[in-house]
């Protein structure tokens, strides 16, 4: 069994620890420039001692932002991403850049969706998507890639997971067409494989590619683990991915499935623009499900795709301390991946090679959900003094302004 704080490798990419920061939104750019406070962010997790940082959610297109202000891959971009991977690397840690299409869970409507139906995360109806966007967002993949090469990221991870574009190709609920996209298991999978290849083609083996994969959309109808393990031993037989790190949920129709605990719903309320705020207090509980929290809980899906690949894998869900880390070596995974303990203690992987009893401060009060378009932080934390330069300011690199949802 491997220990968590010795070195891994992910395809070309030595991590010197097995501790990855999983992608959580932050809200931290503006107009769609990296801001010294999303460098910040990162460098905080690299000092914390994570073996990687993962900059969350970096549209590889503009119609495939969830957000208004998010980083999309323009030239003007490069400077300030150059300067966070720079900045993460000083700190001797690696970084990863999540990259993806929102499609129906894309911000402005009409979001483009396998198939035509009401949006709620669009605020109207998605618009089923032509053969020639298809190839035009697969090479949006391929491109954004090669960007994170030339930007000095160590890997990207490709988002195939939440109901966004690819994992939405795969759910059935969520896909009826009757071209080669839709249909069978294989067909429904052509976008994401696709995908893959294209990635794998733009950089080869120079930096490390993860897949983000959905085992269960978590609502009846869509896609499930039977499913999901066939497409993680597609992926594996591509040669299209060095490591996998599988989800659970949907942005769209059942965001807590991948959170269990609570469910704020008085603060999603509060950042909902005024007339939706009566909305998520009335009948919120409805979409904002509420799960039964433990540590590990994606271990015992995430085990039987374990059986069936060979592929090095990251285990995400709960991995609060040492004693689910151990449990993930144990059970064969050679990754684990932190998003909301991170939050809370960004510092906590260094505590924990001080200390293995260190216990996670999180409560998965998931106060920090709703945060993620404004700056993304744990509830419980006051927030951080503004800061000042000390990395100095490049061309495309600026401030992030107040901004609220109800700008979006
Ligand atoms: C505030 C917040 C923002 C998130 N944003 C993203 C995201 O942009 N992309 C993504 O794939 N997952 C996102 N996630 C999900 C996490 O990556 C992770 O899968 C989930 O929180 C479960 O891991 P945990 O139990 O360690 O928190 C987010 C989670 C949180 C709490």
């Known amino acids: 069994m491997a220990d968590v704080l010795s070195p891994g490798w992910i395809g070309p990419v030595r ?158 609920a969520l896909n009826d067409r009757d071209d080669e996209y839709g249909g069978s298991l294989e067909n429904r999978a052509r976008f994401a494989r696709d995908t893959m290849r294209a990635v794998r083609d733009a950089v080869g083996d120079r930096i490390a590619i993860l897949a983000k994969l959905n085992m269960d959309d978590g609502y009846p109808g869509g896609f499930g683990l039977d499913e999901a393990i066939p497409v993680a031993c597609w992926l ?38 005024g007339p939706v705020k009566l909305g998520v207090r009335l009948v919120g509980r409805r979409f904002l499900r509420r799960y039964p929290y433990r540590d590990g809980y994606l271990l015992e899906d995430a085990r039987k795709v374990r059986a069936e690949v060979r592929l090095p894998m990251l285990l995400l869900g709960g991995v609060t301390g040492r004693a689910v880390m151990d449990r993930a070596m144990a059970e064969g995974f ?20 001080a200390d293995p009893a260190t216990p996670s401060l999180c409560t998965h009060c998931n106060k920090c959900m709703p945060t993620n378009y404004t700056g993304v932080r744990c509830a419980l934390v006051e927030p951080a003094s503004p800061r000042s330069g000390s990395w100095g300011t490049p061309a495309g690199y600026v401030p992030r302004q107040a901004s609220a949802w109800s700008e979006r």
């Not at 040669?239 to 807590?256: C, I, K, Q, W």
């Not at 050679?334 to 924990?352: N, T």
């Open 15 to 172: 991590l010197r620890n097995r501790i990855v920061k999983a992608a959580t939104y932050e809200g931290l750019s503006h107009r769609g420039l990296v801001t010294r406070d999303l460098v910040d962010f990162h460098v905080r997790c690299a000092r914390g001692g994570v073996g990687m940082t993962t900059v969350a959610y970096l549209a590889v297109s503009r119609d495939g932002r969830t957000d208004r202000h998010q980083v999309c891959w323009a030239d003007e971009a490069m400077p300030g991403l150059r300067h966070l991977t720079e900045a993460v690397h000083r700190e001797g840690a690696a970084v990863s850049a999540q990259i993806g299409h929102a499609g129906p869970v894309a911000y402005r409507a009409p979001a483009l969706a396998p198939s035509r139906r009401f949006n709620l995360a669009g605020r109207g109806f998605s618009r089923a998507i032509g053969k020639a966007d298809i190839d035009r967002v697969v090479a949006a993949h391929a491109r954004a890639a090669r960007l994170a090469v030339e930007a000095g990221f160590d890997a990207v991870e490709v988002h195939l997971g939440h109901n966004y574009l690819a994992s939405s190709f795969l759910s059935p």
């Open 236 to 273: 594996e037989a591509d040669g299209t991915v060095d490591a996998l790190e599988m989800t659970a949920g949907s942005s769209l129709r059942n965001p807590m499935y991948l959170f269990k605990g609570d469910v704020p719903i008085r603060e999603f309320a509060a950042v909902m623009p």
């Open 334 to 353: 050679e990754f684990v991946a932190m998003a909301r303990a991170l939050l809370r203690q960004p510092d906590l992987p260094r505590l924990i090679a």
